[in-house]
């Protein structure tokens, strides 16, 4: 069964933002099924839906280390279960 999340990243557009999230989810066997990525001016802007099925921690330990890896890039990071999105967004 698939389980997935929606990772916004946003902040000042710099080199390596995109290889820097990518390798956090690498390491945790946390598979990319979709992005989204635009640069507006300097601001840079990324949404991603990640499969998070087969991911090494539970998801809050692995929320927030990608939290803590936006900081060190100087990024907000916002990771999202599914299922939260979906009840968030629902009429």
Not at 30 to 46: A, H, K, T, W, Y
């Amino acid at each position: 069964m698939v389980k997935r999340a929606v990772i916004t990243v946003v902040g000042r557009d710099t080199v390596g933002i995109i290889a820097g999230i990518s390798k956090e989810l690498a390491v945790n066997d946390v598979n990319i099924l979709d992005i989204s990525q635009s640069v507006l001016q300097e601001l840079f802007v990324m949404v991603m839906l990640v499969d998070v099925s087969k991911c090494r921690l539970r998801f809050t330990d692995f929320a927030h280390g990608l939290v803590q890896k936006g900081e060190e890039m100087n990024v907000k990071v916002h990771v999202m279960h599914e299922d939260i999105f979906n009840s968030m967004h629902r009429i």
